[in-house]
């Protein structure tokens, strides 16, 4: 009896071979470099990082608010917008109010804080982000509200002394290399009566794998309980008000540790998932959830 394969088997180990070898294309090609510390715009400019953020999140890089004990997490817009609605309250500000949307990433916040009222000065460091973020605010002709512009908030020193204000970071002040004199900048560009926002994921190091995460991502500045309100009141800020909205932001991290998990796992396996940062970030964030949360703090300069 003949044991030689069928066309049909052939043609079946034929296509699942074709399958795998594209997977593996696919996965090399938006593998990151492999760089152990990476700099903020080579994490942000990784075609990894890129696709991943385009993909999900319509190059809004920050996350959705939701209702305490909602399970479904789409529409994601939608709730990016009431993400950034809860900004746009906690700064409480007059229409015509000038602030800083310190790391505006494609300038999707600053849009909105734009169709809003208020005028803003969008600064960013990386290339990539900026020319996004001009095209986009000029797209939607907003060019006289929204002003972009490459920018460190480690370095204000083109803007004055109580020029602004307000001053908000969305999901950026995690990257500060500096802290303490990111927030000394703010205090001195604020006016008196000046608010200062900061929407963040704020993860411990608890892990070793979290640990690895925040390095490959660039996320140096993730802080102790109570740190962030000590430092701001040690730079001369009041009235500081911390909202823990981690529950309001799980359905959309639930899903990056669902959706992620399976791919995950394999790299893991071959010992390739550290090329893969923002898979790993969303599956092990996911993971470790209960050793972070999600903060918005508020500070008043007197
Ligand atoms: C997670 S993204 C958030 C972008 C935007 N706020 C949003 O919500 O879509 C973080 C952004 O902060 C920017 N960034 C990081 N460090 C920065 C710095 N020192 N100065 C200015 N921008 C910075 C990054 O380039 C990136 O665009």
């Known amino acids: 009896m003949s044991t030689s ?20 294309i696919l996965f090399g090609g938006i593998a990151n470099s492999g760089t152990q510390d990476p700099s903020v715009q080579e994490y942000y400019s990784s075609l990894e ?7 999900l999140l319509g190059n809004t890089r920050h996350c959705g608010l939701y209702k305490k004990g909602q399970i479904w997490p789409f529409p994601i817009g939608t709730a990016q917008r009431a993400m950034e609605d809860h900004l746009y309250n906690r700064l409480a500000l007059d229409n015509g109010s000038r602030v800083l949307d310190a790391g505006a990433g494609s300038g999707f916040v600053a849009i909105r804080m734009a ?23 000029k797209t939607r002709c907003l060019e006289d509200r929204i002003s972009v512009r490459f920018g460190d908030y480690h370095n204000l020193t083109e803007y004055s002394d109580g020029s602004f204000d307000g ?9 500060a290399d500096d802290p303490l004199k990111v927030l000394r900048n703010f205090y001195r560009i604020l006016k008196p009566g000046g608010v200062l926002v900061h929407s963040e994921a704020d993860f411990t190091r608890n892990s070793e794998l979290l640990q690895e995460v925040l390095r490959l991502s660039h996320c140096q500045n993730t802080l102790e309980k109570g740190a962030l309100e000590k430092m701001l009141e040690e730079v001369g800020f009041k009235d500081v008000n911390l909202e823990d909205l ?21 790299l893991q396996f071959f010992g390739w998932h550290t090329r893969y940062t ?25």
């Open 5 to 24: 394969p069928t066309p049909r088997s052939f043609k079946r180990r034929y296509l699942a071979c074709l399958l795998v070898a594209t997977i593996a």
């Open 49 to 55: 990082s890129r696709l991943g953020y385009w993909i």
């Open 115 to 137: 169709e809003k009222g208020l005028n803003v000065q969008a600064i960013d460091i990386t290339p990539i982000h900026i020319r996004d973020a001009e095209r986009n605010v």
């Open 167 to 175: 001053v908000y970071t969305m999901e950026t002040f995690v990257h």
């Open 246 to 266: 981690t529950d309001e932001v799980l359905p959309l991290w639930r899903l990056f540790g669902f959706i992620g998990y399976v791919p995950y796992k394999i």
């Open 278 to 302: 923002n898979l790993m970030a969303g599956v092990e964030s996911y993971l470790h959830w209960g050793e972070g949360r999600y903060i918005s703090v508020r500070a008043v300069k007197p």
